[in-house]
C-alpha cells in the first residue's frame, strides 16, 4: 500500500511516498529556517505563507523522486494536529483536495505519533510494548506503546519542551533560531568541562521540567565572570541530556518494556543519542537525524498504521491544532 505523507504543521513544508508504512521512497522537506532567522522565532502568519507557496512544489517533488504516478497512490495522510492552525490547514486542505479529485482515502494524523512512527521506517517494527521519548520544540513526552498500539501517555513536560529549552538558551547565547543545532555545536568546543547547571528530576514522577534550567542559565550569564558561552552550553545540554536518558531508563525498566523509542528534533542531539546508548541495554531505536526532525514519511508511517480509520476526504473534517492528542492518547490517570 503506498500512502503519500503530507506534513505542514510548524515550520517544514514535507511530503514523502512509503509502502506499507516501511519502506520510503521519497522524502522532500522545505524549511523555513532562514525565514524565521530574522524574528528569532516563527510568526505564524509567515509560516502559514510559506507552506502555501511550498505546498505544491513539495509534494510534485515527493511524487518525481519516487518515480510515482498518481495512479500509485493507495491513499493520503496528512497531519490535522497539534500544531499551528494555520500552517496546519495548508497540508490538511492540499490533501483533502488530492483525495477528493484522486477518490481515494484521506487518513488524519496526529503529529506526534507522526514522530513515533519514524521508528518504523525501517526493516523491522519495534518490539512492542515500547516506551517511546518524545523530544521536539513543542512536547517532551513518555509514551507507553503496547502490543495492540495503543499509546498511553505516563509522563510529560511541565513548562518548557526540550526543543524549546534548547532554542530559548541558544537565544540567551547569541546563537540563531533553531537553537539546537550550533547550541550542540557550540557544546563540542567547550574547552572546560566542569560546570555543573541543575537538573530538575521531580522524582516520583514521570515528568520534566527545564525553565529552571534555563533560568540558571540567564542568571549565570549575569554575573561579570561567567564561564564562557562554550562551557554554558556543553553543561545546558549535559543537564538535559543526563535527564532524559535517566528518566527514560528508570521508566522503560518499570514498565518492562521490550525497546526504546526516541522521536523529535532534539533526538538528532549526537550528546543525547550518544548518553541514552549508554543508559539503555533493551533495542534503543533512534531514526536518523532528517527523520527525528519533522518529515512527511513518518506521516505516511503513521496513517499507514490507522489505515482502518481512513475517512472520505468529502465528509466533514477538520483540523485539531490541540485537541487530537487529548482524545488519543489516554492520560496517566485514566490509564493506570
Ligand atoms: O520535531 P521538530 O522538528 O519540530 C517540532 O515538532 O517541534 O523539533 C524542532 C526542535 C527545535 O526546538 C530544535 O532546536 C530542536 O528540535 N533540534 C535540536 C537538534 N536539532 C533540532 N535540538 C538539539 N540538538 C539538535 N541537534
Ligand atoms: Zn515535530
Not at 41 to 60: F, S, T, Y
Not at 172 to 195: N, V
Not at 229 to 245: N, R
Request: aromatic share 4%; net charge negative.
Amino acid at each position: 500500500m503506498n500512502i503519500l505523507g503530507i506534513e505542514s504543521s510548524c515550520d517544514e513544508t514535507a511530503a514523502s511516498v512509503v509502502s506499507d508504512g516501511c519502506l520510503m521512497h521519497s522524502s522532500v522537506v522545505a524549511s523555513q529556517i532562514n525565514l524565521h532567522e530574522s524574528t528569532g522565532g516563527i510568526v505564524p502568519e509567515v509560516a502559514a505563507r510559506a507552506h502555501l507557496q511550498a505546498i505544491v512544489p513539495v509534494i510534485e517533488q515527493a511524487m518525481l523522486d519516487a518515480k510515482c504516478d498518481w495512479s500509485d497512490i493507495d491513499a493520503i495522510g496528512a497531519t490535522n494536529g497539534p500544531g499551528l492552525p494555520g500552517a496546519l490547514l495548508i497540508g490538511f486542505n492540499a490533501a483533502r483536495g488530492l483525495a477528493y479529485s484522486r477518490n481515494i482515502p484521506l487518513i488524519p494524523v496526529d503529529h506526534i505519533e507522526g514522530h513515533i512512527r519514524a521508528c518504523w521506517l525501517n526493516e523491522s517494527p519495534p518490539p512492542l510494548p515500547a516506551l517511546a521519548l518524545v523530544v521536539s520544540g513543542g512536547h517532551t513526552e513518555l509514551i507507553r506503546i503496547e502490543e495492540n498500539n495503543t499509546f498511553v501517555r505516563l509522563g510529560s513536560t511541565r513548562d518548557d519542551a526540550a526543543g524549546e529549552a534548547f532554542d530559548k538558551v541558544a537565544r540567551l547565547l547569541g546563537l540563531p533560531y533553531p537553537g539546537g543545532p550550533p547550541l550542540s555545536a557550540l557544546a563540542e568546543t567547550a574547552q572546560e568541562r566542569q560546570l555543573k547547571l541543575p537538573r530538575a528530576w521531580l522524582r516520583g514522577t514521570n515528568d520534566f521540567s527545564f525553565s529552571g534550567l534555563k533560568t540558571a542559565v540567564l542568571n549565570l550569564l549575569k554575573e561579570n565572570d561567567h564561564p564562557a558561552p562554550a562551557e554554558i552550553a556543553w553543561a545546558f545540554q549535559e543537564s538535559v541530556c543526563d535527564v532524559l536518558a535517566k528518566k527514560t531508563r528508570n521508566l522503560a525498566e518499570k514498565e518492562n518494556v521490550k525497546s526504546v523509542l526516541v522521536a523529535g528534533g532534539v533526538a538528532a542531539n549526537r550528546r543525547l543519542r550518544e548518553v541514552l546508548a549508554e543508559h539503555i541495554s533493551i533495542e534503543l531505536r533512534i531514526p536518523p537525524p532528517n527523520l527525528c526532525t519533522d518529515n512527511g514519511a513518518m506521516i505516511a508511517a503513521a496513517a499507514y498504521a490507522h489505515k482502518n480509520n481512513a475517512v472520505n476526504a468529502k465528509s466533514p473534517l477538520d483540523i485539531e491544532p490541540t485537541a487530537m492528542r487529548k482524545k488519543r492518547l489516554r492520560s496517566t490517570e485514566t490509564a493506570r
